[in-house]
């Protein structure tokens, strides 16, 4: 229930970016420059501005580019959506996050590869145990079908161990 909500909460932050994007793509000219020498969470109340802490300029975000260019604002004084993450920090954490994610998505590949191969002795040792099984059962239905004919013949040459005459005698 905890994993639904939290896919919930990241497919409803990427689907409110998407619509940020949207909007900034129909709108481009959206009023950016008036918040300009003002805060950074005036400017980044309308989500289609890009504060620039350095120049304390309120710029529309350049959606063509994923990264504002240097020309308009440097990436360590750039602010979009929160005023407190810079792009600068925000391509760290996000190369980070991405590189565990990598790691780990590896890491459990190998994971499985290699329960997957430690499975399969087991299935072939259990295959060949039922092999053999089936021909020891073999092996023991012809011997006693070789007894039954030794048998049959020793009775019709009276040589028939069942009817010995030689027995002990008992008091």
Not at 21 to 42: I, R, W
Request: hydrophobic share 35%; aromatic share 8%.
């Amino acid at each position: 229930m905890a994993r639904v909500g939290l896919c919930g909460r990241w497919l409803l932050g990427w689907l409110c970016l998407l619509s940020a994007v949207g909007f900034a793509l129909a709108a481009p000219d959206s009023g950016c420059s008036k918040y300009t020498n003002t805060s950074c969470e005036q400017c980044l109340s309308n989500v289609t501005c890009l504060w620039c802490s350095s120049t304390k300029e309120c710029l529309v975000y350049p959606v063509r580019n994923i990264l504002p260019p240097s020309s308009l604002c440097k990436l360590n004084a750039a602010r979009w959506g929160v005023c407190w993450v810079n792009f600068e920090a925000l391509i760290i954490a996000m190369s980070v996050v991405g590189g565990v994610l990598i790691i780990g998505l590896c890491v459990c590949c190998c994971c499985c590869c290699k329960k997957k191969k430690s499975r399969k002795p087991d299935m072939e040792d259990e295959k060949i145990a039922r092999q053999n099984e089936q021909r020891r059962v073999r092996q023991e239905e012809r011997r006693a079908e070789m007894k039954t004919r030794h048998d049959e013949i020793r009775k019709k040459y009276g040589l028939f161990k069942g009817d010995n005459a030689y027995t002990k005698f008992e008091n």
